[in-house]
């Protein structure tokens, strides 16, 4: 295990953390930001450590936490030196000990001396949701869904990731709802899906039932409905000559299942245009 003076005045992470996973451009990130006012609920920068298929401690799972300069920036922003981050990576034993051990070293640089809860927000974590759920029993899973005309919208424009393969987009948001989809009917108690539309409209009712999914307790009045916004519905512009039809096609059925109606959105869309 990692050399206990580089984590022994800090209280190790526990195991009772919420993931929260999703499609990319689901706003995980609106969510965690969210979250991140609960007093002793700390999240790091995104981390990928369940994102990737390689078993860990093999050559290929530690290209990624080597060579990203992304990676390393959400290093830096989360205070934990580069020196600490390659001790952890060499000596913990599987993936369930590297998140711990970086969330532990997270908490020392935010200088937490008593316990605490924490969470991670990494939305392309979906992929090692079995594996997740399997090494610690005890997690629970926030599964944020927003409607694909939304997040392929934004994919296209490439705002902050770009697809330029409309279905490559649309594949974003198919895989993490089936993977999720799959989860959840395995582990019903343990994973939680809220629609962004719903976020977004009623913050505190929302985060309420979220913070009692991950057993955590805040202050009264933490959200408001100052906190309340709209969508923008950026599909309607973004997806043209025929791009949404083709979102229609590949994420309907599944769409409806989380209640949206596609076919109404872009009969509704059209009339707007």
């Given at each position: 295990?990692?050399?206990?003076?580089?984590?022994s005045?800090?209280?190790?992470?526990d195991?009772r953390p919420?993931?929260?996973?999703?499609?990319v451009?689901?706003?995980?990130?609106?969510?965690r930001?969210?979250l991140r006012?609960?007093?002793?609920?700390?999240?790091?920068?995104e981390?990928h450590?369940?994102?990737?298929?390689?078993p860990?401690?093999?050559?290929?799972?530690?290209q990624?936490?080597?060579?990203?300069?992304?990676l390393r920036?959400?290093r830096?922003?989360?205070?934990?030196?580069?020196?600490?981050?390659q001790?952890?990576l060499?000596?913990?034993r599987?993936?369930?000990?590297?998140?711990?051990?970086?969330?532990?070293?997270?908490?020392?640089?935010?200088?937490?001396?008593?316990?605490?809860?924490?969470?991670?927000?990494?939305?392309?974590?979906?992929?090692?949701?079995?594996?997740?759920?399997?090494?610690?029993?005890?997690?629970?899973?926030?599964?944020?869904?927003?409607?694909?005309?939304n997040?392929?919208?934004s994919?296209?424009?490439?705002?902050?990731?770009?697809?330029?393969?409309?279905?490559?987009?649309?594949?974003y948001?198919?895989e993490?709802?089936?993977?999720?989809?799959?989860?959840?009917?395995?582990?019903?108690?343990?994973?939680?899906?809220?629609?962004?539309?719903?976020?977004?409209?009623?913050?505190?009712?929302?985060l309420?039932?979220?913070?009692?999914?991950?057993?955590?307790?805040?202050?009264?009045?933490?959200?408001?409905?100052?906190?309340?916004?709209?969508?923008?519905?950026?599909?309607?512009?973004?997806?043209?000559?025929?791009?949404?039809?083709?979102?229609?096609?590949?994420?309907?059925?599944?769409?409806?299942?989380?209640?949206?109606?596609?076919?109404?959105?872009?009969?509704?869309g059209?009339r707007?245009r």
């Amino acid at each position: 295990m990692t050399d206990p003076h580089l984590v022994s005045d800090t209280f190790p992470a526990d195991d009772r953390p919420l993931f929260i996973v999703g499609s990319v451009r689901s706003g995980t990130t609106l969510l965690r930001n969210l979250l991140r006012r609960v007093p002793g609920f700390i999240c790091p920068e995104e981390t990928h450590f369940f994102r990737w298929s390689e078993p860990f401690r093999t050559p290929h799972s530690y290209q990624p936490h080597r060579n990203s300069a992304l990676l390393r920036k959400h290093r830096e922003m989360d205070g934990v030196p580069e020196e600490v981050f390659q001790a952890l990576l060499v000596d913990s034993r599987d993936k369930v000990e590297l998140q711990r051990g970086y969330i532990t070293a997270f908490a020392r640089a935010k200088g937490l001396t008593g316990p605490y809860r924490w969470f991670d927000k990494t939305p392309q974590n979906f992929f090692g949701a079995p594996l997740i759920a399997q090494l610690m029993p005890k997690a629970r899973f926030l599964h944020l869904v927003r409607n694909p005309l939304n997040v392929v919208a934004s994919l296209v424009l490439g705002r902050q990731v770009k697809v330029t393969d409309i279905h490559g987009a649309c594949n974003y948001w198919i895989e993490a709802v089936q993977f999720m989809t799959t989860v959840e009917a395995a582990y019903p108690a343990r994973v939680l899906t809220v629609r962004y539309e719903d976020l977004v409209t009623d913050v505190p009712g929302v985060l309420a039932r979220i913070l009692d999914h991950a057993d955590v307790s805040a202050p009264a009045g933490l959200y408001s409905a100052a906190d309340v916004h709209g969508e923008r519905n950026l599909w309607r512009r973004a997806l043209v000559d025929g791009l949404a039809e083709v979102v229609l096609e590949r994420c309907g059925d599944l769409a409806k299942r989380h209640g949206y109606d596609l076919s109404a959105d872009l009969a509704f869309g059209s009339r707007l245009r």
